[in-house]
């Protein structure tokens, strides 16, 4: 189907169409680009920057079992500073505890399972092996810190296991998030960009659309003000092609048959004037014939008038002075086309 068959309506809202659906893919482009990086940061807070915060405090609670060992070693003559340290060894203890429960939460990868698996079996065999050593300083088998050294020192490599661990789990979290945070520039980049081009596609397609329809539709009608500009003129050889099935299509097709309708009526006036003016001239000459025919006969009457009051000199008998006869006044009358001019009527026959 021609765009010129298509009605103005359908026309404009093809073209509002076409750019409206544009604008919406371009809308849609939009969604789609924040919904990814929606979902990458959402899938970054929710996994990544949890792991390397849960990690991370793991390794600082580990760090605190550390210490606070060695502080109880250090203080193994003073049982009430024993005592106190020991409970907030058990604090950093929990602590730990609390964080491998964390991290087996948010932990989407087999890795990180695997991992924080580790962390917590090291921390079993650690707390286990520390209260036992803990038990014997308590009950004053061991008295000095080397010997609690001596006896922690089977368990050291569990408490190295979980610090390395955690730390390597909470780096691990943060390469995920430096990865992540460079994805989601990259598709807000790509998301612009492609926003970007969608409008000025279809700035271009309005542009275009708008001028396609404006001239399908302003043509036509300057070559239908100029068939009736001309018609105003008088111009009736004026031809209208239509070659269209809008509603211009229409109005050139009614003004094509308006003007075939004034030629037929152009004609028959021409022609009805045509034998006006035959008839009047046929009028003409038969009004002129009429009018010499009554000035013959007037003048016949005054011929005979003429004859009928002339008279013949007295003594003349000859032919030409003989008395005229009825008979040979008629036979004058019938000859005066034959009498000379400076003769009268009646002179042939002696009057």
């Not at 500009?229 to 009614?254: F, K, P, Q, S």
């Not at 013959?296 to 030409?320: C, I, L, M, T, Y």
Request: proline share 3%.
């Amino acid at each position: 189907m021609k765009l010129t068959d298509m009605k103005i309506g359908a026309r404009l809202g093809f073209g509002f169409g076409l750019v409206l659906s544009l604008l919406l893919i371009t809308g849609a482009v939009g969604q789609w680009g924040v919904k990814s990086v929606t979902g990458t940061m959402v899938t970054m807070l929710q996994t990544d920057a949890n792991i390397a915060e849960h990690g991370a405090s793991a390794r600082s609670a580990v760090l605190g079992l550390r210490r606070f060992e060695k502080d109880i070693f250090l203080n193994i003559g003073t049982p009430d500073k024993v005592e106190e340290y020991y409970r907030k060894w058990n604090d950093d203890r929990e602590k730990v505890e609390k964080s491998v429960v964390e991290l087996e939460k948010v932990a989407a990868v087999q890795k990180d399972r695997d991992t924080i698996k580790t962390i917590k079996d090291n921390l079993v065999l650690y707390v286990a092996g520390f209260n036992k050593v803990y038990g014997m300083v308590r009950d004053g088998r061991l008295q000095t810190p080397a010997a609690a050294n001596a006896a922690v020192a089977e368990y050291k490599d569990e408490t190295h296991k979980m610090e390395n661990t955690a730390a390597e789990l909470a780096d691990e979290g943060n390469k995920r998030m430096d990865v992540a945070e460079k994805l989601v520039v990259d598709k807000m980049n790509h998301t612009v960009m492609l926003m970007l081009i969608m409008s000025g596609i279809a700035v271009l397609v309005g542009i275009f659309t708008s001028i396609l329809i404006a001239r399908s539709i302003r043509t036509p009608i300057s070559e239908g003000v100029a068939v009736a500009n001309r018609l105003a003129e008088g111009d009736l050889t004026v031809n209208i092609e239509v070659n269209r099935g809008d509603e211009i299509g229409h109005l050139l097709a009614a003004m094509q048959n308006m003007v075939m309708k004034l030629r037929e009526i152009v004609g028959e006036v021409k022609s009805a004037a045509d034998n006006v003016a035959s008839g009047s001239q046929q009028l003409s000459s038969s009004s002129e014939e009429n009018q010499a025919e009554r000035r013959q006969r007037h003048a016949d009457r005054k011929d005979r008038r003429e004859v009928g009051r002339w008279r013949p000199p007295r003594g003349e008998g000859s032919r030409g002075n003989r008395p005229c006869h009825e008979g040979d006044r008629q036979q004058d009358i019938d000859h005066r086309g034959d009498r000379p001019p400076d003769q009268p009527p009646g002179a042939q026959c002696g009057h």
